[in-house]
């Protein structure tokens, strides 16, 4: 442990003169800011010893998925509003409500927008119904092994996108801040990433995003509280001063900069309702408290939480039009393009409004943020792979040893490839990275889950054939879509007009999830619906929440 946290030490320090602007390609000096270090240390070495804690008690596969389920419902809840409050939402939303201005709440809308359903339809049953994953729960009734094989490998796909937005954020905050060229921060976050979960798994994890949320939050209402008194506390005038500063005038208050399409903007709107619905490593974390009421309770104390936040975001957001554009010198460049990129805007408002102190503070929570919740996908992610996968797959060959190595071994895979697909995504805004993931998870996850838990009609066949196509459909449209197609590829125009496919392809998943399971009359389809009776009793009384057996 102390060779890791002398390795990352060393990397902080080393080449600390320099700075490379991803946009422009230049390189040039930058101060520093021993603040931002200093902070991020203390930080790194309080999550060490508590991972070390944590690996004490994380000896059992039960353990490390679930800290043994008994997480408190408080502890969970900011734990959860930690998962959401991240780098995507601090510095991705930020800079979208900087660059996009009204458009840019969409983002927020469709994240709150989601937990009503979680809150209401989703946490108890689910709680009742799984033991460690999402998966548990869509398998519960029906043949395990495809349906797992495939709802796995869609949640593979989500976690990836979701990770590759964490780690740019990652490598950008690191590259303007510390001086640091971009790939090393993204070594420094997936080797500290491996130790976190590897050893201390769920209880390590809940208890980094716990520290991270009331930092981040923190951290969240002093600048916003700084913004406000800039602005003498009138919202009118943080608004009216963005009208004045904005390139697009009033219209930075009115929707039509970023989305210009009004099917585009339903899109977005499906992919972030549904699509936090179906986040594997968000409902991962209701199976880590003692019942389901925990789990309901849990999941108020995480609207709670982001409710206070986002209204943060808001106000920084917005503040930052006039401000950043008030003070070009200091935060553009020669070419008129933000200093280290466009998902800064958070950070340069920092430094505006509380200097060096703030901006070092600011700096470290946030790569604290990002440690926190790549820890969280990566657990995720690995628990798919060891529990999801190889659990069904070993069959009466399972052991506990062996899942446990294969959970540990994976853990390092995904790291490797975070680095390589944060590399590719480098110049990408992490907000809408992120939303890539989000696309994914409304588009196979959330109907497939829901359908699950409330359709008696639902069939192993129609689970397989939909999750197949919606996945595929997904991850074609996103890439021929214009964030990748063009703003990756660097081709002219996109072949699928939208970003975001969900208005595409959630139509296709249900259609083939209502057709295939409706007219399917096999031997094993008349096992599925029979077996609904069962479930509905388990989801709705909570008696025993092993998953059925594969039969």
Not at 87 to 93: C, D, N, P, R
Not at 361 to 377: D, Y
Not at 521 to 548: C, H, N, P, T, W
């Amino acid at each position: 442990m102390k060779y890791i946290l002398l390795f990352t030490t060393a990397l902080l320090l080393s080449n600390n003169l320099f700075a490379a602007d991803a946009l422009t390609g230049s390189v040039e000096k930058q101060p520093l800011n021993t603040t931002a270090i200093t902070m991020f240390l203390v930080f790194v070495v309080t999550t060490l010893l508590i991972t070390v804690w944590a690996a004490v008690r994380s000896k059992t596969t039960s353990a490390l998925y679930t800290g043994g389920g008994g997480i408190s419902y408080w502890q969970n809840g900011l734990a959860i509003a930690g998962d959401f409050i991240s780098a995507a939402s601090f510095l991705g939303i930020t800079s979208a409500l900087f660059f996009i201005g009204l458009d840019g709440s969409l983002l927020i809308i469709g994240v709150m927008g989601s937990w009503p359903v979680i809150l209401f339809l989703i946490a108890e049953r689910l709680r009742n119904l799984g033991r460690y994953t999402l998966v548990d729960v869509v398998s519960f009734r029906l043949k395990q092994r495809p349906v797992k094989l495939v709802i796995a490998t869609a949640s593979l796909a989500v976690l990836t996108f979701y990770l590759i937005g964490q780690l740019v954020g990652a490598g950008k905050l690191i590259q303007l801040l510390f001086g640091l060229d971009y790939i090393y921060a993204l070594i420094i976050v997936s080797t500290l990433m491996i130790i976190y979960v590897s050893l201390g798994g769920m209880l390590a994890t809940t208890w980094v995003q716990f520290i991270k949320a009331i930092l981040l939050v923190l951290g969240g209402g002093i600048t916003s509280f700084l913004v406000l008194k800039y602005f003498d506390f009138e919202f009118g005038k943080i608004f009216n001063s963005a009208v004045e500063s904005h390139p697009k005038g009033l219209a930075a208050l009115q929707p039509g900069i970023g989305f210009k399409s009004p099917l585009g903007v339903v899109s977005l709107g499906l992919t972030m309702l549904l699509g936090f619905i179906g986040l594997p490593h968000v409902l991962m974390r209701m199976f880590t408290v003692k019942d389901a009421a925990a789990a309901r309770k849990s999941s108020f104390v995480a609207i709670s939480i982001m409710s206070l936040f986002y209204l943060m975001v808001v106000v920084i957001g917005f503040g930052a039009i006039a401000i950043l554009n008030d003070n070009p010198e200091a935060y553009y460049d020669a070419a008129g393009k933000l200093k280290g990129g466009g998902n800064m805007v958070a950070v340069h408002i920092a430094h505006f409004v509380g200097g060096d102190f703030l901006l070092g503070f600011m700096a470290a929570v946030t790569f604290a943020t990002i440690l926190a919740v790549v820890a969280g996908l990566t657990l995720s992610a690995s628990a798919t792979i060891a529990h999801d996968l190889y659990r069904t797959f070993a069959g009466d060959k399972h052991s506990e040893r062996t899942e446990m190595i294969i959970m540990r071994s994976s853990v390092v895979g995904v790291g490797v490839i975070g680095i390589l697909l944060g590399v590719i995504f480098e110049n990408q805004n992490v907000a809408f990275v992120t939303t890539f993931a989000l696309a994914v998870s409304a588009s196979v996850n959330a109907p497939i889950l829901i359908a699950s838990m409330y359709w008696k009609n639902l069939t192993t066949r129609g689970v397989v054939w939909s999750g197949i196509i919606g996945l595929v459909s997904s991850i074609i449209l996103i890439v021929l879509g214009p964030l990748v197609w063009v703003n990756v590829l660097a081709n002219e125009t996109p072949i699928f007009p939208y970003g975001y496919p969900t208005v595409a392809t959630l139509p296709i998943t249900l259609l083939c999830l209502y057709l295939i399971s409706k007219f399917d009359q096999s031997d094993r389809a008349k096992e599925d619906r029979a077996g609904f009776e069962e479930q509905y009793i388990r989801s709705e009384l909570g008696v025993g929440a092993a998953s059925a057996s594969d039969h």
